[in-house]
Nanobody, 125 residues
Framework: QVQLVESGGGSVQAGGSLRLSCAAS????????MGWFRQAPGKKREGVAS???????RYANSVKGRFTLSKDNAKSTLYLQMNSLKPEDTAMYYC???????????????????WGQGTQVTVSS
């Protein structure tokens, strides 16, 4: 059973930065596709970024150039560095994992089997 625990959320002004962390069960970040999703009040959950292995990273258009994925396999932890934050980035952010490589639909919620509880990010203008 894969367990995922997010942390690092908080409140920040527009233009600021936050780094989210997702602590995963051992070896998860090595062998699973890892993703970040977010859900704003009244909206559907949307994919933000996805990572498999050490170099395959993919981002939603809305965050490209502002958000960066990284991971530490020794700690089995995934990070999401969020810069130049905007009020529209306000949401609950969730870490997710899927076994193996997702070639298509890597930002699709249904592709992921395991989910964390989420961490709130609030960006004020």
């Amino acid at each position: 059973q894969v367990q995922l625990v997010e942390s690092g959320g908080g409140s920040v002004q527009a233009g600021g930065s936050l780094r989210l962390s997702c602590a995963a069960s051992r070896y998860t970040t090595t062998y699973y596709t890892m993703g970040w999703f977010r859900q704003a009040p009244g909206k559907k959950r949307e994919g933000v970024a996805s990572m498999y292995g050490d170099i395959i990273t993919r981002y939603a258009n809305s965050v490209k150039g502002r958000f960066t994925l990284s991971k530490d396999n020794a700690k089995s932890t995934l990070y999401l560095q969020m810069n130049s934050l905007k009020p529209e980035d306000t949401a609950m952010y969730y870490c997710a994992a899927a076994q193996g490589f997702i070639s298509d639909g890597y930002l699709t919620e249904a592709k992921y089997n395991y989910w964390g509880q989420g961490t709130q990010v609030t960006v004020s203008s």
